[in-house]
């Protein structure tokens, strides 16, 4: 998948973009079906709500380690989900992490307004060339803690942050005052809702959050974290494990697009 001269202005200008119908029913079935596999697992790739439900399930995407999973790691190679990125990026693009954040129907809690390029400076990247494709695996409302994006945000350049340990994934958020100051100043941030198979790409420097799954339904996202291989972090003494800083920063090859059925 191409995306047009008028979707790169888009991207530009509001930082990110939306597509519709992406993946088929068919694909969806076969990485829900995953999904209920890899959230049995017990690994240090997997987190759990305070109350015990699965959060989120790390690094789906190697042909290794405990939570590999073939049709994930097919998705990731895919024209529909590679080109776009390595086009935003403008150039060769790895994958710098993957998540499944299953937010669990009632106890899934929220993700506090943040910048993932926060993160991802600390961990030694040297520019905000970075961004993530999200493939929704169920249908997402308001009501079940879609994601919200304010439009045009990432153009702040990256905020002051603080570190955040109230949910069961530690993370740097961004401070209260400071974000009561960008909502007041932006237009108003947009409940990113679709139906399962709906594709979000976004850039690392938007703030964005998400709220409690107050649904019935469990909300099943996965986000292909992607950095330009020009981008590679420089490591620290103490770097963050490979399951959320990728060593694997060779070129990642686009695949099939039919890969993610084949997996099955
Ligand atoms: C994230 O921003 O990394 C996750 C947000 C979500 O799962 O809603
Ligand atoms: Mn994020």
């Known amino acids: 998948m191409e995306l047009t001269a008028a979707q790169m202005a888009q991207f530009d200008r509001d930082g990110f973009l939306i597509f519709p119908d992406l993946f088929s029913p068919a694909e969806v079935a076969v990485l829900r079906q995953e999904v209920g596999r890899l959230a049995q697992l017990e690994a240090e790739e997997v987190f759990r709500e305070h109350t015990g439900g699965v959060k989120s399930i790390f690094r789906v995407h190697e042909e290794d380690g405990a939570t ?3 049709p994930f790691r097919a998705l990731v190679r895919t024209p529909r989900v590679l080109r776009p990125v390595q086009q935003v990026l403008g150039g060769d693009a790895y ?12 106890e899934g809690t929220i993700w506090m307004w943040h910048q993932d390029y926060n993160s991802w400076s600390k961990d030694g990247c040297p520019t905000p060339n970075m961004a993530t ?6 249908d997402t409302s308001e009501f079940s803690g879609g994601l919200y994006i304010i439009p045009g945000s990432h153009k702040l350049g990256l905020l002051e942050s603080v570190y ?3 949910t069961g994934y530690k993370l740097w958020t961004i401070p209260k005052e400071k974000m009561i100051e960008v909502l007041r100043s ?11 198979g709906t594709g979000v790409l976004f850039h690392c420097n938007v703030p964005h959050a998400s709220g409690h799954n107050l649904s019935s339904e469990d909300r099943w996202h996965i986000y292909v974290s992607c950095n330009a291989v020009a981008n590679r972090p420089v490591l620290g003494e103490h770097p963050r494990p490979d399951w959320v800083v990728s ?3 060779f070129p990642l090859p686009i695949e099939d697009d039919t ?5 099955a």
């Open 133 to 138: 494709f999200n493939v929704m695996l169920n």
């Open 68 to 70: 590999r999973s073939a």
């Open 247 to 249: 060593r694997n920063w």
């Open 164 to 166: 955040d340990a109230s």
């Open 95 to 106: 994958v710098y992490h993957t998540k499944i954040n299953a937010k669990p129907a009632i």
């Open 186 to 196: 932006s237009p108003p941030p947009v409940a990113v809702t679709g139906k399962a």
């Open 259 to 263: 890969g993610v059925v084949k997996a």
